[in-house]
């Protein structure tokens, strides 16, 4: 069964304090990996897609890195309005319309 | 912005009541989903429609659950009867095609408490 864990559950940052959050995965022949942003009381909202490994995508503070096992989000210089839960997630092999979800990483970054 | 409206917000009921949760989809978007997160099991796919037709409900609990698109622009979610273990957030989504390459639009959730 496709797995997706992510790492760590939580960090707390300071502001301006960079680090990384990562996503490790066990499916047969990814086919895209993607990232979301989820706030407090609202729905998960979508920010890259991943398709192979190598590629980089880039959004403001926040880049996405794939590799053949895992995905790493890096935050750079972090503001407290970065502070959210982040979610990555893969296709489940039924389909590539459905996403197996991993738990997420709470991250809360103090000013 | 375009965005998935999810009613009720808040939906407190006691154990073995019907509980109806309701989706507008964003218009156009021919894929709706219903997930239900809790803090044990994350994110957890539920069902989900494409052009209104039901292609996968194997998440749900059969002899409880139903999920319906009377037409494009309403997904209802039923619970009957409900019992505690059901209260998480109902999360419906929508998109477009086959791919979720461009990411899916999620509504903010109906928070559902059974007592």
């Known amino acids: 069964e496709d797995q997706v864990t992510q790492s760590p559950e939580a960090l707390r940052l300071q502001e301006g304090e960079s680090s990384s959050l990562n996503c490790s995965y066990t499916v047969s022949g990814l086919r895209g990996l993607f990232w979301y942003r989820q706030d407090p009381g609202k729905g998960p909202e979508f920010l890259f897609t991943l398709y192979s490994a190598g590629e980089e995508k880039e959004k403001e503070r926040l880049k996405a890195t794939l590799t053949k096992k895992e995905s790493f989000l890096h935050i750079t210089a972090p503001k407290p309005e970065d502070s959210a839960t982040y979610l990555c997630a893969v296709p489940k092999p039924s389909g590539y319309s459905t996403l197996t979800f991993g738990k997420g990483t709470m991250l809360l970054v103090s000013p | 912005d375009a965005r998935v409206t999810q009613t009720p917000r808040h939906k407190v009921t006691e154990m073995g009541q019907e509980v109806t949760m309701r989706c507008q989809p964003i218009?156009?978007?021919?894929?709706v989903f219903w997930y239900r997160q809790t803090m044990m099991q994350g994110l957890e796919l539920l069902a989900y429609?494409?052009?209104?037709?039901?292609?996968?409900d194997s998440g749900m609990p059969k002899d409880r659950f139903s999920a319906e698109m009377p037409d494009a622009t309403l997904a209802t979610l039923k619970i009957q009867p409900s019992e505690p273990r059901d209260s998480a957030v109902y999360f419906c989504a929508s998109g477009l095609g086959q791919q979720p390459y461009y990411g899916y639009t999620f509504g903010s959730g109906t928070r559902l408490t059974v007592v």
């Open positions: 218009l156009g978007h021919n894929t």
């Open positions: 429609f494409r052009n209104r037709a039901p292609l996968d």
